[in-house]
């Protein structure tokens, strides 16, 4: 359904493009239909007010299929917010509890080691302390 009216919507917008470029602008410049080429078709009055009553039935249906597009997809998802999109809280109260203190991050320790003492092997690739001398 949503699709069918979206492509009449398509075809209202194109079919509206087209009745608005038909128009004779007010400088007669800029309109298609206004020129010499077209006098013999119908007259100068009678096709402004064709062309000014096809504008208006156009964009009224335009609007309507704006309207019937923004309705069907707001009835198109069950959740409308992410407030409702959440599980219900319970209805008891969550126990209060104290808040720990806050420990101070642990800090870690340097290696401690005696001069002489043979060093455990380091991996590949790790930085060498200097050598003392």
Avoid: C, D, Y
């Amino acid at each position: 359904m949503q699709t069918i009216i979206l492509v009449i919507h398509l075809m209202l917008a194109v079919a509206l493009v087209g009745a608005v470029l038909l128009q004779k602008s007010e400088g007669g410049a800029l309109g298609i239909g206004g020129g010499g080429g077209m006098s013999g078709f119908m007259t100068g009055r009678s096709t402004a007010n064709l062309l000014t009553r096809t504008t208006a039935i156009l964009a009224g249906a335009f609007f309507a299929t704006s309207i019937l597009l923004v309705i069907l997809a707001a009835h198109r998802n069950e959740a409308r917010s992410v407030i409702e999109q959440t599980a219900p809280a319970s209805t008891a109260p969550a126990p209060a509890s104290t808040p720990a203190a806050p420990s101070a991050p642990a800090v870690p320790a340097a290696p401690t080691s005696t001069p002489g003492a043979p060093q455990p092997p380091e991996a590949p690739g790790a930085p060498q302390p200097p050598a003392q001398q």
